[in-house]
């Protein structure tokens, strides 16, 4: 039993990332672990007379996540898309869209890739999270693995998360972008954390 035990133990702890974070990366800021926090950052790649970040809210005040300040003589005032970007559930408030205004027509971005080239060149740390969100990873201030970065001439690069299953795993992934041109590199580090209850009270519907 006690072999069994031991087999077990050495198992689980080379199941975990094994990886450390370099000494010349900076943690994350708490506050961009936010997807919402992330927009006001963004330099289009392109010039627009005037843009905005919306939800999929039937309500036109709550619709609006992110306002570029619109000129008092411009009005937009266009239905939503079908689909956007950023899709958590099936109704309202699950997704997000761009709408923009270029000589004097509007301009839709409603999925991730349009995202990403409404970024284009990726201009601060902010822009490059977005794009990795687009990927599907996010930023977990919780560990060094999971919120890391380095800014350099022609990469910005991080150690960002991405979480699965239930009971939550979540495994540590070396991102490098590509300042120019978006690209994204991924490097898969391992798992740096495993919860041990799986919570579907928030799937629980009340009689």
């Not at 506050?31 to 627009?48: A, G, R």
């Not at 036109?60 to 266009?78: C, G, H, L, R």
């Not at 150690?159 to 490098?176: A, D, L, M, R």
């Not at 490097?187 to 519907?205: A, T």
Request: proline share 5%; charged share 25%.
């Amino acid at each position: 039993m006690k072999i069994i035990f031991f087999v077990s133990l050495i198992l689980s702890n080379l199941f975990f990332a094994q990886t450390t974070v370099p000494d010349d990366y900076r943690k994350i800021p708490d506050i961009l672990d936010t997807t919402e926090y992330l927009y006001p950052f963004i330099v289009p790649d392109k010039e627009y007379g005037y843009w905005r970040v919306l939800t999929n809210d039937t309500d036109p005040e709550k619709a609006v996540i992110y306002d570029s300040q619109m000129p008092e003589f411009m009005t937009i005032n266009e239905p939503i898309p079908e689909k956007g970007f950023f899709q958590k559930c099936i109704g309202n408030r699950c997704f997000s869209y761009i709408l923009a205004c270029k000589k004097e027509r509007s301009v839709y971005f409603s999925s991730e890739q349009q995202l990403r080239d409404f970024i284009g060149t990726v201009d601060n740390l902010p822009e490059a999270i977005l794009i990795a969100q687009t990927y599907g990873f996010s930023v977990d201030t919780s560990h060094k693995l999971g919120a890391s970065y380095k800014i350099e001439d022609k990469n910005i690069s991080l150690y960002i998360s991405k979480s699965k299953g239930c009971p939550e795993i979540k495994e540590s992934y070396f991102v490098k972008i590509n300042r120019k041109t978006g690209r994204l590199e991924s490097k898969n580090n391992g798992v740096y954390f495993k919860s041990e209850n799986c919570d579907h009270s928030s799937s629980n519907v009340s009689p």
